[in-house]
């Protein structure tokens, strides 16, 4: 199945590369224009120096693992963050036609490429705060290796959050304003220090909307900033979990799907 | 032969919601399941056997494409079951798609950017068609296709009619022995229907691969259909040969007689007479009311005759009048979707 | 004149339809504000106050930019242009007898009444029972916060104009939305005052079109500057018109000589 699927993005690669100064512009658009976001950050920290004890290089460590996770989730679940038009369309009738998983079938039939413009850029602040922070001894190497290992694994959750935005499209059609409600917004926030929000709001970021999980909630361990060793094997499972809970939500509206028509 | 496509009893009634005034109006209808049922298709039953070339007739809305889907597994009946090769396609979703071609003529199902080839490569990988038959089938479809010609040419640059060849050759790729094909020929030019007609005559005969397919042209249906059921406002109002729905109509048939010399007036019968032009008189009858000798023969009364024409009804009339005809059913609204015209890869 | 208020009310009542979804948006809209003034409290909380932004007047200003969003910023994708271009139907659209720039910044308008009304009111709402609404001073700030709302919504219809039309030279016209996207981050002092940011930037950002969006009226609102900073946005108003006319006629031509 894996094997299939690794022949879909081939195949959705070699599509792409029909029009290669497309992708190689949006590389590195997408590289220069998500560093934007981290710019707005550090212009906070130029001027005072700390965000609710944090400074630069530690805000820059969730920044980046954030980045990794939602570029992988942008480049790979193109298809998945598009999903509106198989609904509005009823396009989604073909997916149902092949004999494998529909989400399957849906993520293997397009990728977005040059959305790893984005993870490299977090890929870049990553290592940059990382060294620094090694440096300094606020952080050990292993450390390191578990946020390079988390950035990877946390793709899941902007994964599941469009999972479950999408799966909540087979009863509403229309996703496009949810998703800035279940996707951008969480995730924005994960560029900072929960800690730094009201409680209402780091209880969402870290149950129904688990974006906390990626980077914040291990981070802030590894720094000794509060939390405990739980945090390092909790995250990844609370990740798993997540994201098999948002495929049962997907089940369940697939079969919605056919009980009702479009 | 057993039946291999059985419908039993299938009814798909949809929910349209209300729309209600306002804000709150709009949430309460994302909540309340309140609202309007349309019977798109209503108590429909039928069996095709392993091999046969069925056609399915219908008005637009008047309920081909929802029974399709739920053939295929898109849709779940309301009520009633499908059986394909004595399977589900709602619980056994993938085992029975993977027996099964579907081809939509308004939708293609290859890969837009890339080469016809691609999208077969990985159909071929995706239904688990093995290297050697893939070559056989490529060779067979370049025969019967001549796909050959532009197996290399991305989708995109194909006229309609060579990406209606590549998307038979899709679903054939894996050799499944059920087919459905919704309008196959839509929209193509006289040359191109043709092809499509002799490949679906072929593989049909060949092959004994069960078709069924929805159409609007009636050619289709002469050429290629064993038999025809044909469905509006949500019932099956006919099933049968088509020389059966001839006689169902009642459309009548015509007869050109030619006589030695003129005939004075015009002759008098259970016919209606439809033109006279000297010796040659047309009269139109009901073949349910009166055999073609018996109109023969006492027109033979006037004077010798010369020479006969029959000249059977335009299926397209007597489809015409059977739509006419208000079925039982005929209360029940049809189910129209809006015209899609988005042509993207499914693969 | 009769086209334009029309065609205005047309998109208003098409966006009425989708309200239920749209209080989502705005459910999304108040959380990314509070994100913000969260965030600018744990940063301006240790020091003390700061001049000009200390942590009540950054609360009130993000507030006031995330409503403002919706009505300069949060328009259609180069105001539909885009669209017709790739169909062919802004031939027929050119040759109408109304003034196809006019035409189609009014048609916008729809969507910005409507914007304002369902999406700016609501969040100034919210946000005035939890962060307070600044009441003007003096009795001047009334008609120049007007102003500068007015000359905000101008140039940001101007500036998506600008994209809208670009697509008669260029397809890369989804880059071009995620271009406008980020130089407004950067530079429209929406989330971080023009003033706060290291040189050379906040030299870069004052020059730019994106401060008359955010940053300016912003400043008017909470009575940090007087009429002397509606100078600058009504500069770039006139100099975005005349940029909006001349690639207008640009596009007019090239129409006329490829035939679309």
Redesign the interface.
Known sequence: MI??YL??VQ?AL???M?YRT?FL??LV??GV?SA??F??VA??????S???GWDVYEVGLLYGMASIAMGLYRTFGAELHAFERYLV???F??L??????TLL?LL??SVEPERLGAVLQGAVILAVAGHRLVETGALSPLGLAYVAAGSLLGTLVPLSLSLITAAAGFW?V?I???Q??TM??PV??SH??L????RW?RTLLTSALPVGFINFVPVQYLLGKGGGAWALWVSPLVVVGFALLAYGFWRLGE?HY????? | MGAIVEAIHLSKVFRVAKDRPGVLGALRGLVSREGRDITAVDDISFAIDTGEFVGYLGPNGAGKSTTIKMLAGILHPTRGEVRVEGKSPQRQRREVVRRLGVVFGQRTQAWWDLPVRDTLELLAAMYGVKPKEYRASLKRFDELLEIGAFLDVPVRKLSLGQRMRADLAAAWLHRPPVVFLDEPTVGLDAVAKRRVREFLKEVNRQEGTTILLTTHDMDDIEVLCSRVMVINHGRLVYDGDLTGLRRAVGAPSELRVEFAAPVGEPPSGPWTLVAQEGAAVTVAFDRSTVTAAEVISRLSRCGDIRDVYMAEPDIERVIEALYRQEGPGSHHAGQSRPPVDRRRALG | MNAYILSAAKAYRRHLQYRAAHVVNNVASAIFGFMYIAIWQAATGGTAATGDYEATNMARWVAFNQAMLWAAVFLTNGLGIPETVRSGSVGVDMLRPVDYHLFVMTRELGTIGYNILYRCLPLAVVFGLVVGVQVPEQLVTYPLLLAAIALAIYNGLCLRYLIGISSFWTVQIRFANHLYYTLHTAFSGFLVPIDLLPPPWDTVARLLPFAPLHHDPARLYLELSGAEALAWPAGWAVTLTVLCRVLTNGARRRLEVQGG
């Open positions: 094997a299939l022949r879909s195949a070699r599509a792409k029909q497309d512009t949006g658009l997408y224009l934007t976001d710019l707005m212009a906070i920290l130029a001027r005072f700390r965000i609710g369309y009823g396009e009738d073909a149902l036609l092949r004999p494998w998983p079938t293997g039939r509403v229309r496009g304003d949810l800035t409600f951008y917004a924005t926030a900072y220090p800690t730094v929000y009201p709001l079969r056919q009980s009702t028509g479009t």
